[in-house]
């Protein structure tokens, strides 16, 4: 029921997580343990993943044998800079095709680039990575980034590290409901209300970073959006009740009553 599958292969868990800005490797696997995560994102321009050697890699405390590595475009605002950090990633990993592409327009609010974007996916596309796309909540350029043969389409609830949860459902909506790919939102999600909110609306998983790893508590925090993900997918699978103002059907039946 929970199963996410991406680009041919199947997950048990539908929240992926980042990697930056933890401490250190120790709680950054920690949080990763109680997220349930098997898709963790790497920013291969700001942490080693063997580009140093003489340094630590995050690859020892997270290994490719029992996690599936993604490795990101962040800090990069053309398509250029972006395929290049994809190349490079593709050949540190040992030809993992698996990635997630970003490209960023602002330094100030980190909003997409999207003719950039667009891109650059074509060209990964065509050079035969397995792109994860970072856009704006726009249906038509979703639809254009499936077209091109994204495996997921990973639309903003609101902007990179502002925890301001989703601000436009109708938006992310529109675009699940005309998707063939998997929808995942990456970015916004402050708490894990936020999360199951994604979930509830359809969305096939969460991807986050700053949530946890900006908590008072990342590992305590990490599990309750380990919760706050299968809630909200369970809720919608269960499909909830229509929103009444005002209804005069109780919850108990009125006939039969005792003494009546």
């Known amino acids: 029921m929970h199963t996410l599958t991406l680009a041919g292969k199947t997950y048990r868990s539908r929240l992926l997580v980042g990697t930056g800005k933890y401490k250190d490797f ?6 990763i343990d ?9 920013a291969v321009r700001r942490v080693n993943i063997g580009q140093d050697a003489g340094q630590p890699s995050l690859l020892d405390a997270v290994p490719p044998s029992q996690f599936t590595i993604l490795p990101n475009t ?4 053309t398509a250029d800079d972006a395929v290049r950090t994809l190349r490079l990633a593709r050949e540190l990993l040992d030809g993992h095709p698996l990635c997630k592409l970003e490209v960023l327009g602002d330094p100030t609010n980190l909003f997409p680039n999207m003719p950039e974007t ?3 996916a074509e060209t990964l596309v065509k050079e035969g990575f397995q792109v994860m796309v970072y856009c704006a909540d726009d249906p038509i350029q979703c639809k254009m980034l499936e077209e091109i043969g994204c495996v997921a389409v990973m639309p903003l609830a609101s902007l990179i590290g502002s925890g301001m949860g989703i ?73 909830r009740m229509a929103r009444k103002y005002y209804s005069a059907d109780p919850s108990s039946p009125t006939t039969g009553l005792i003494g009546s």
């Open 34 to 42: 109680a997220s349930g995560a098997e898709i963790v994102t790497v």
């Open 74 to 77: 962040a800090g990069c605002y």
């Open 118 to 120: 667009l891109k650059a």
């Open 167 to 239: 601000v436009n459902p109708w938006n992310l909506r529109l675009i699940i409901d005309n998707a063939k790919v998997p929808i995942i939102v990456d970015a916004g999600v402050g708490t894990a209300s936020d999360a199951t909110i994604a979930m509830e609306l359809g969305c096939d998983g969460v991807l986050m970073n700053t949530a946890i790893a900006h908590a008072k508590d990342p590992v305590l925090m990490a599990s309750a959006m380990k919760k706050g993900i299968e809630a909200g997918r369970e809720a919608f699978l269960a499909g």
């Open 26 to 31: 120790a709680e950054t696997r920690a949080a």
